[in-house]
Structure formats: C-alpha cells, structure tokens
C-alpha cells in the first residue's frame, strides 16, 4: 500500500456522508491519521476511510 504523508487520510460520516480530514500526529518519523471521535453534523461516530467506502456502501 503506497503511503503520501503529504495527503491526510479522508473519512466519510457513515450516516451523514459528510467528509472529514483525519487528525494528524508526528511521531517517529511517520505521519499517523486518525479518525474523528465524532460527527459535527450528526453526532455518529462511525466513519470509513474514503478509498473504501464505495465497497463498504455496495457490500
Ligand atoms: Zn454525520
């Protein structure tokens, strides 16, 4: 799996659908992302990295 630290790792909202850039940290010389605790919108807190959520809503 290709890495590019300079792009932030893109969550969808799985109930609202709105997306959101993951929280970055640095540490040992790598980039981590994480996902949000909560949704702005909705209040939901479960999301899916962007690059599957196409799969995740056709499975
Ligand atoms: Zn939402």
Do not use: W
Not at 32 to 48: I, L, N
């Amino acid at each position: 799996m290709s890495h590019t630290p300079e792009l932030p790792e893109r969550y969808v909202c799985d109930n609202c659908h709105v997306i959101y850039a993951g929280t970055v940290t640095h540490e040992d010389e790598e980039f981590h992302y994480s996902e949000p605790t909560e949704c702005a919108a909705c209040g939901s807190t479960h999301f899916v990295i962007i690059e599957q959520y196409a799969r995740h809503k056709t499975q």
